[in-house]
Every structure is written in structure tokens, then in C-alpha cells.
């Protein structure tokens, strides 16, 4: 069993910045990749970024350029920095871990004020 939990969400205003962090625990052999979603209310859930056990990274081309993925291996932990934040930012957060299984956070909300 992996548990997935995350941290980081709040309030914050336009052009501001989150860090968003997101640990998985439990019976962990390896981890394939590591990433964040996002669904905002009335809206399907999205990819915001992936980063896999190599250090390689992929975007949603609405963020690109204002969000960095990073992973420490060796903690089984995740990061999402997230600059210049828009009101469309606006959403709940959630922390994706893919290993044999697949398993989510229970979510992270961030509200960006305008």
C-alpha cells in the first residue's frame, strides 16, 4: 500500500507564488514517474507536469515557463513551483505516483486572486 499526500496550496494574488510538495510512503519498490494534476471546478481533471525516475520532465502548455517539477528520489518526494500564478491557476492540486500501482493524494486546493 502507498500512501500520497500532499502540501503547499493556499491563497494567494496574481503574479504571486506556491510550492507545492507531495511525499509518498508505505511499500515502495521503485517509482516510474511522479506528477501533478489539477481540476478546477466544472472541469475535467488535467496534467499539469510529469517528471520520471530520470529526471525527465513534461508540461501542460498552459503552464510552461511558470511551473518547475522537481523529485528527490531518495525521498520519494515531489515538488511543483509555480510562478507568475494566474486566476485560471485556480484549482485543486492533486499529486499522481506511478509504480506498479497507480495513486493519488487526496488534493491540495490553490486559489489565485486577481
Known amino acids: 500500500q502507498v500512501q500520497v499526500v500532499e502540501s503547499g496550496g493556499g491563497l494567494v494574488q496574481a503574479g504571486g507564488s506556491l510550492r507545492l510538495s507531495c511525499a509518498a510512503s508505505?511499500?515502495?519498490?521503485?517509482?516510474?514517474?511522479m506528477g501533478w494534476y489539477r481540476q478546477a471546478p466544472g472541469k475535467q481533471r488535467e496534467l499539469v507536469a510529469i517528471?520520471?525516475?530520470?529526471?525527465?520532465?513534461d508540461y501542460a502548455a498552459a503552464v510552461k515557463g511558470r511551473f518547475t517539477i522537481s523529485r528527490d528520489n531518495a525521498k520519494n518526494t515531489v515538488y511543483l513551483q509555480m510562478n507568475s500564478l494566474r486566476p485560471e491557476d485556480t484549482a485543486v492540486y492533486y499529486c499522481n505516483v506511478k509504480t506498479v500501482g497507480n495513486y493519488w493524494g487526496q488534493g491540495t486546493p490553490v486559489t489565485v486572486s486577481s
Open positions: 508505505g511499500t515502495i519498490f521503485s517509482i516510474n514517474a
Open positions: 517528471i520520471t525516475s530520470g529526471g525527465s520532465a
